[in-house]
């Protein structure tokens, strides 16, 4: 159902070199508890991250262990559990392994442009990369948002501008996502509009052009309909 994009392969194929020792080691458990956020704040996060390793114990830890440990500042903006309350801050619930490790490898190369991030990826190893996005998708995917209160309109007219524009064709018919396709389903709404102006805009380009062509022609207002849809997709499993 999911098809792998052609273009732009070498970076694909770079993330996937890096991920590969990943997905050959054995899967692991399926739900393991939520890491707690500490209510460090954000800034001071992103600097406990961005200076990679400068609060590792004496003692080498391995890659996992350190990541393990420092994915609790991750998750300072990122939300408890994934599930982001941080005005245009993704949430990490539910993402998938090659997705993760694919855009924290954008990051790292400068290839997606954002202060924090790329500041916060600049420092990680390929072996951090392949840590944090093994604890990305060990996190439980939001719930399905409650319809109560909903615009009803808006709703209608984001789902019907979604299946003309066949963003399920990649990225799952409830929007899950899979492999290297972002899940977008119940992700924060206005994370969802500010990223698809990007790729519409042409400052986001990710690995392939596909997300920059499949937005061409629709206006602000379906942007933002398809936006308000998405994010309190009724029907995406958790
Ligand atoms: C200071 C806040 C902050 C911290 C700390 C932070 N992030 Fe982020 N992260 C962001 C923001 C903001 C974005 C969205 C960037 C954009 O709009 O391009 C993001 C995006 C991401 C994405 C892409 C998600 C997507 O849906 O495309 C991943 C993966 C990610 N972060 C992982 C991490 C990991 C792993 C850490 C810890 C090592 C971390 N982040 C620490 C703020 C933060
Ligand atoms: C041809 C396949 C394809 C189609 C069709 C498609 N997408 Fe995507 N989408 C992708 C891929 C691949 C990515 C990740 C690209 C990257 O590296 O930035 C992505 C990324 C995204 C993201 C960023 C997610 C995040 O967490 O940052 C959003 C939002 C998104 N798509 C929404 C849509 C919407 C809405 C539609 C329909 C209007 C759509 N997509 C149609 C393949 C597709």
């Not at 982001?84 to 997705?99: D, E, K, N």
């Amino acid at each position: 159902m999911l098809f792998v994009v052609t273009r732009s392969a070498a970076v694909l194929a770079a993330a996937l070199l890096i991920a590969q020792p990943a997905a050959l080691r054995a899967q692991p458990a399926k739900k393991p508890a939520p890491a707690k956020a500490p209510a460090a704040a954000a800034p001071a996060a992103s600097a406990a991250v961005g200076v990679a390793g400068a609060a590792a114990p004496a003692a080498p830890a391995s890659p996992a262990t350190s990541a393990q440990a420092r994915f609790a500042a991750c998750l300072a903006c990122h939300g408890e559990g994934g599930r982001s309350v941080t005005p245009l801050t993704p949430s990490l619930a539910g993402q998938h392994s090659f997705y993760a490790i694919t855009q924290l490898f954008l990051f790292r190369e400068g290839r997606r442009n954002n202060p924090v991030m790329t500041a916060v990826a600049k420092g990680m190893s390929d072996a951090d990369m392949r840590a944090f996005a093994d604890l990305i998708a060990r996190l439980p995917g939001p719930p399905a948002a409650s319809m109560e209160g909903l615009d009803a309109r808006r709703m209608a007219n984001g789902a019907t501008l979604a299946s003309q524009h066949r963003c399920g064709g990649c990225h799952g018919a409830d929007y899950t996502g899979g492999n290297q396709v972002a899940r977008i389903a119940n992700q924060r709404e206005d994370y969802l509009l500010a990223t698809l102006r990007e790729y519409q805009a042409g400052t986001r380009l990710g690995y392939t052009t596909a997300m920059n062509e499949t937005l061409s022609g629709l206006t602000p207002e379906g942007l933002a309909d398809i936006a308000y849809f998405l994010a309190n997709a009724p029907s995406a499993k958790p």
